[in-house]
């Protein structure tokens, strides 16, 4: 980004009322997107002719991504299979949603959800909002500027480890997709870094692609359903997203390769320590949700 002119600041930075606040409280902060946002949301309104655009989670955002589910349903045409699961590592959702949408679009749209293929979200374990979240209306930055949304959260106040998931460190998911996952047609899992790794270093040396450590959730649940298929003699077809390289990890792969990196289990009092300050929103008693489903 530099080299094409850019100016990158970390967050939290000093640039921002918020950031400074929060390296008042925690000098050592790793840093969250939820804060990322929050910092950018405020340097967007101080700072007249400043335009914002949101990259994951919104409903909206998903929908775009979707351009990557459309192309991989083209392929499995071409290769004459249908994915009986889809696999996708999933932070906020925009990777998960946008390969596996158009693959259970279909089948929302009759009575029966039998034709739809099992989809897999996997996200870290250090960050756990689909797992370990609880489904309420919060915040999606991390100062509540954001307007509230229905989705599994950690609480807006959330602040991961400093794990190596980079995009997967936030501390909610997309409406769309806990929607789906209360409705049970999404399934989720949690992954340790350390099996990320193994299994990113595992398709590195066979396939030569180093992938990203985000996308290496989703290979280490594949790794896992091959596995399980071998055990009991089954052949699915199985699908899932790259999302992207490692070549901008090495650091990370270094890391593990010298052994410093190690798996982390999230305490249950930093969920409920967090959840405390979700903000009170009543209920609706009729009506839509945020996805508009009937509520």
Request: aromatic letters at 6%.
């Amino acid at each position: 980004m530099q080299v094409f002119g850019a100016d990158v600041v970390a967050s939290p930075s000093d640039k921002t009322q918020f950031g400074r606040e929060i390296l008042k409280t925690h000098p050592d902060s790793p840093g969250s997107l939820g804060i990322a946002i929050s910092e950018a949301v405020e340097h967007t309104v101080t700072h007249a002719g400043t335009k914002y655009s949101l990259g994951s989670v919104l409903n909206h955002v998903l929908l775009h991504q979707t351009i990557i589910g459309l192309e991989a349903q083209q392929q499995m045409e071409m290769a004459g299979e249908q994915p009986d699961i889809v696999v996708g590592c999933c932070g906020g959702g925009s990777n998960f949603g946008g390969i596996a949408l158009p693959f259970l679009g279909p089948s929302l749209k009759t009575a029966a959800n039998a034709s739809a293929p099992r989809a897999i979200a996997v996200e870290p374990s250090a960050c756990p909002s689909l797992t370990r979240g609880a489904y309420a209306y919060d915040y999606g930055d991390s100062a509540g500027q954001a307007p509230v949304v229905k989705m599994y959260t950690l609480g807006h106040s959330f602040i991961p480890p400093a794990v190596h998931a980079g995009g997967l460190r936030y501390h909610g998911m997309s409406p769309l997709l806990s929607s789906l996952h209360r409705r049970g047609l999404i399934e989720a899992v949690a992954v340790q870094q350390l099996d990320a790794f193994e299994a990113a270093t595992l398709f590195a040396r066979t396939e030569g692609i180093l992938p990203a450590p985000e996308s290496a959730h989703a290979i280490a649940e594949v790794v896992r359903l091959a596995e399980e298929a071998r055990e009991t003699r089954t052949e699915p077809s199985i699908l899932f997203c790259l999302s992207g390289h490692g070549h901008f990890d090495l650091s990370a792969y270094e890391a593990y390769q010298a052994g410093r990196l190690a798996n982390y289990e999230l305490p249950q009092t930093d969920i409920d320590l967090a959840l405390d300050g979700l903000p009170k929103v009543a209920e609706p008693t009729t009506g839509y949700d945020s996805t508009g489903v009937t509520v």
